[in-house]
């Protein structure tokens, strides 16, 4: 059985959130596991806006996954791709990006975020949350090696008060990708439409 999908947005709804973006990129910031790429996704459909995911960006762009370019040269230099590719994306206007797990917390890309005019929204998971998705990929440099939990422990504690400075959060525990969506039009609506 097939995940239920969201309700269609009303287009009266989508219109007005589209319409208060005025061109901003709305960028979805978070954990590694906290569902960016595919609330993301789904959240471009209801939006009828393009969706980019960093991560997948960078890899056209160098020709290598995420792990092979940490292995080969590095995080910062991966961090500086990362900047330059979140420059670029927020540059195209109103569209629907998944930003990488720690686009919010380094520096410069972070600096690059909120200094751009992109609304920035926060999904919210918990280490647990985090350990049951992320156990048995072998795609996370940052996890790699023994001591799984206690590094996703120490990243949420390190991370997760920097993300307080997003526009806007949305929890993401347990839910069901459309429930999560929901919640998310809810909140741009608010933030933009009805308190902007």
Known sequence: MSAPHPPPVPDAQREAIVAALDG?????????????????????????????????QIEQAQGQSISEIFAEKGEEAFRKSETTVLLELTARGSVVIAAGGGAF?????????????????WLKVSAQTIYLRVKNSNQRPLLAGAGLRTKIDKLVAERDQLYLSADLAIDNNGKQPWVTCQAAIAALHGHLVSDP
């Open 105 to 121: 917390v380094h520096a410069t890309p972070r600096h690059a975020l909120l200094t751009s005019p992109a609304l920035t929204l």
């Open 24 to 56: 901003r990129a709305i960028v979805l910031v978070g954990m590694m596991g906290a569902g960016k790429s595919q609330i993301g996704r789904r959240l471009s459909n209801l939006l009828q806006l393009p969706f980019f995911d960093t991560d997948k």
